[in-house]
């Protein structure tokens, strides 16, 4: 009996842990992107399948603002930047008088923004620069652990998608690598996504400043300079890829048009190929948004899904909850 | 007793599989340089050691030219750069008459770099660039498996230290993840180190050239610009592994002053760290040269492998034979 069970666990074990779909993804309903992930999933692992993809080519990558956590009503980093310039005002008195911080410190999130990407570009170097690594990882640590998002009122790591961190799990129970592909800073990702999706730092590609070595006295520091290095979004998803992976995705997963060339690369290699949109579409459990939002518009990508027939999730039909806390 | 042999079997399997170290260094003999190497991965791997580190956090970074393979009489893929000059010379009637290209193709290598440094990056350009990220790795897998090292007169992937092979298996048993972090091309490795070396393309590191995504009809394409993107060398070196991995390696393996910050950087963490130094003291069966070579220079980082104790190899005595075909 001993030895059966024991036979049993280990053939398991060099299955590489056979995962049961059906109960891989509780949190979504029976339906066409349930149903095309399973497929996808039982052509590329099983061998002797004409789609069958070595363990070392299944690469899967994840945008993360509104694929992975929400991303209204702003982008959550932007949270950050609002915070970071409040705490640091007491250093920076000129900020009183200076815009883009001026209006921002008086609440006039709009205000501060007329200066478009110029205005965006102050704030964000304002905030993520001027200090080592470790020290900012310190900041995005503090502040992913006690920060509230403004409505829900809850921490912006719990405000992550249930259905996608069962999908994260069973890709990587298949012998997938899983990575995040984002627009959002690589180093303000990077001190929590192990944590909260189990990616480490080193599957983790994002938008980035340069940064410089140098000597402390004895000490070697990393330090972050104002000066942009890659944005990691719309045509920039297959260069940070081909930079940080070396290799084509056989899944993608996005939420929009900054996502499209990241699905035409993925979906443009030879084999089975999975290239999913998250489609927001529930306003009541989430937010209702595509062709016209500010924040993660969806417009060429969904007609570019219709056409190649990309998997598209209906936020409100597909999912059973969104988040693990309703 | 198949209860017994499977419970064992188990057992290795749950550990990670544990590895012997007497037996999987069998080309290094028995002296201090193999004993730190030891010492260090039995501290970080014996669970309840003060100095262990769980396996997510086992990152080792390896210098690619001079530490896993031969770098002399110049860096291979200096000879890659010779050879494909002469291939593509008959698609540019010009380089008979333009350096450096016209020396280069007379057969005369000093000639051609007495340009310095705009030289060689103008031979890297018209080699390594102006085709898709496809082209260019099916141009060096060619190379990789054809071309021959003109003293050896072997494959250039034959020219892999035997010990150094068998320690970055040696750490992968025992869970740590091995990255290359060169001041080589990406790209130039990427096509061919994990056939050689057990590391994948995302375990990388190394020189760049800015690409660009843009659709050929309805094919997309990632085309190599003639720009550097980033150079992964010297205080090069910490920030190429912050970008790519996103934490500090426990254990950093180099040859030359290139590596030095990559060294200072590994070891400037807290907990225990390997820092090792490949000394080519072997004229017969390799290279001797350290402090006034221009190729693999050893001269500062060697002082500071003695002020700081790092470990130093000495080529001819700490290692049984260098190759595998000797």
Known sequence: MKSLFMKSLLALLLLGGAAFAADSLPSWNDGAAKKSI????????????????????RIA??????????EQPMYFQFFFVLDRVKVLASQHPEWKTKEPFASLLKGDVKGALEGG??????????????????EFQRVVTDWITTAKHPKT????????YQPMQELLAYLRA?????????????????PWTERVYGIPPEQV???????????????????????????????????????????????????????QQMLQ????????????IVHHTDGDREWAYDRTSSIGRLDK????????????????????????WE
């Open 38 to 57: 399973i497929t996808f999933v039982e052509k590329v692992t099983k061998p002797g399948s004409p789609d069958f993809v070595p363990i070392a080519e």
């Open 61 to 70: 990558t994840f945008d993360n603002d509104g694929t992975l956590w929400a």
């Open 117 to 134: 990407e110029h205005a965006m570009a102050e704030l964000v170097m304002a905030t993520h620069t001027g200090m080592t690594e470790e």
């Open 153 to 160: 009122k809850r921490l912006y790591a719990e405000m992550v």
């Open 174 to 190: 298949n012998g997938f690598k899983t990575f995040i592909v984002s627009g959002g800073g690589i180093e303000f990702m990077r």
């Open 205 to 259: 590609v994002g938008s980035s400043i340069k940064t410089k070595f140098e000597m402390r006295g004895s000490k070697p520091v990393l330090v972050r300079l104002p000066e942009v290095n890659f944005i990691d979004d719309g045509p920039g998803k297959p260069v940070g890829i081909q930079q940080h992976i070396g290799r084509r995705p056989i899944a993608a997963f996005g939420n929009s048009d900054g996502d």
């Open 265 to 276: 690369w993925t979906t443009a290699g030879q084999g089975a190929r999975l290239a999913l």
């Open 301 to 324: 990508a969904l007609d570019e899904a219709r056409v190649k027939g990309w998997t598209v999730v209906d936020m409100k039909k597909d999912w059973k909850r969104v988040f693990l």
